[in-house]
């Protein structure tokens, strides 16, 4: 276990649906990151949340929209989400974001495999 | 645009063999790379760390080299073993701007008894 828990860990919902995921992380870092893995594409970044104020978003359509209540916890909403959309959601946390030549390691969540019928 | 890639994508090979993954990426320009094990149907999970003013990291089994200037790294895995069957990804850390992981593909490997 790496400290960081996501639910649920499979999801299946049709394109009208409103789902969310959630993230938590245990270990008293600032901060969070949410990332798309699709078949046969590399990770993509989609958000990255530090001290709860997000400070990336990577051209993410509004069909998915990130909250961070607290520095632990952050969920990703979905809502009327397209067949394209199905991938591993993998969330990750760190210590601080890195800047400059600071680099911090990212734990990783073991993701949530979403399915959009 | 910084893109990584990861060649082979799939591997198999019996236990006991040494063997090699790389990973190509465009931009030189880079402050680190990263490669990470990731398992089927759980997230990632880091393994070495590369800066950019080192040519290599040992961890136990694993080796992997960093050459800056050809744009390339290589794990190394000794006396690959069952429990190393997983997917490899590698990731760089770009020079500038933001600095967001930018992934490869992944090596798939597979190590049968």
């Known amino acids: 276990e790496t400290g960081v828990t996501q639910t649920p860990r499979h999801l299946v919902m049709g394109m009208t649906n409103k789902k969310s995921l959630k993230c938590e992380q245990h270990l008293g870092h600032n901060a969070m990151y949410w990332y798309k893995q699709s078949a046969k594409k590399p990770l993509e970044l989609m958000f990255v949340y530090s001290l709860e104020e997000r400070v990336e978003n990577n051209s993410v359509p509004s069909r998915f929209s990130p909250e961070c209540p607290n520095s632990s916890h952050l969920f990703l909403h979905l809502h009327t989400l397209q067949p394209e959309d199905s991938a591993l959601y993998l969330c990750?946390?760190?210590?601080?974001?890195?800047?400059?030549?600071?680099?911090?390691?990212?734990?990783f969540g073991p993701g949530t495999r979403l399915t959009v019928l | 645009k910084q893109e990584v890639t990861q060649i082979p994508a799939a591997l198999s090979v019996p236990e006991g063999e040494n063997l090699v993954l790389n990973c190509s990426f465009t931009d030189s320009a880079i402050y680190n790379l990263q490669w990470f094990r990731q398992d089927p149907g759980k997230g990632l999970t880091s393994l070495l760390l590369?800066?950019?003013?080192?040519r290599e990291q040992t961890s136990g089994r694993l080796n992997a080299s960093l050459d800056k200037s050809s744009g390339r790294s290589t794990l190394y895995i000794a006396a690959s073993q069952p429990g190393d069957s997983a997917t490899y990804l590698c990731?760089?850390?770009?020079?500038?701007?933001?600095?967001?992981?930018?992934f490869g593909t992944g090596t798939r490997l597979l190590v049968s008894p």
């Open positions: 990750a946390s760190s210590q601080d974001i890195p800047r400059d030549s600071h680099t911090d390691t990212q734990y």
């Open positions: 590369i800066q950019s003013s080192q």
């Open positions: 990731a760089v850390r770009p020079g500038t701007g933001f600095q967001k992981l930018v």
